[in-house]
């Protein structure tokens, strides 16, 4: 699986969404601007000791990504998606586009990329949730679509190991 983050703005995010993708075996995506420098505290404390263990690609800008990614479907997640965010498949290489904490994606990608805009349902006047709780919700949808592959069995072990030391 693949995370991708456009400009994200909050280190305390990244450093979240890192530790999830380090957790669930996911690379990360970074396209500048960064609103926060790569060795800050608040990035590598949110991610405690698993920030150096990460899948970590860092882009100029979004054209740069995608230059370096051309024909890939990316799915990108928005307020403004028809689609719920469980009405797709995800392919176990699937890429899926946050946009930034205070704006989401910009609506000129938006609007090129309307089949694969995908949604988080919500109730009442709630305008988005936390970007890194996004992240999560949206990519365990993805790997539970794909039967968690490679994860159960890691996971099954590590149960037995402390089964064991009980």
């Given amino acids: 699986m693949n995370i ?17 993708c380090v957790a ?17 505290r608040m990035l590598k404390r949110a991610g405690l000791d698993y920030w150096d263990k990460l899948d970590l690609t860092v882009y100029d800008d979004y054209e740069d990504f995608l230059a370096r990614h051309p024909g890939e479907r990316i799915y990108m997640a928005t307020t403004k998606g028809r689609k719920v965010y469980t009405d797709v498949h995800y392919d176990p290489d699937a890429w899926i586009l946050f946009g930034r904490e205070s704006a989401g994606i910009p609506e000129e990608i938006l ?16 305008r988005s949730l936390n970007l890194s709780n ?16 490679k994860m159960t069995l890691q996971g099954e072990l590590h149960r037995l190991r402390w089964k064991e030391d009980m």
């Avoid at 909050?10 to 979240?16: E, I, S, Y």
């Avoid at 669930?24 to 800050?40: A, D, V």
């Avoid at 609007?111 to 709630?126: H, K, L, S, Y």
């Fill in 134 to 149: 996004s992240v999560a919700i949206v990519l365990y949808e993805a790997l539970r679509q794909n039967g968690f592959e």
């Fill in 4 to 20: 991708v983050l456009l400009e994200p703005e909050m280190p305390a995010n990244t450093g979240n969404i890192g530790r999830t």
């Fill in 111 to 126: 609007v090129e990329n309307q089949e694969n805009c995908v949604r988080i349902p919500m109730w009442g006047d709630i």
């Fill in 24 to 40: 669930t075996g996911t690379r990360l995506h970074l396209i500048r601007p960064l609103g926060f420098q790569l060795n800050e």
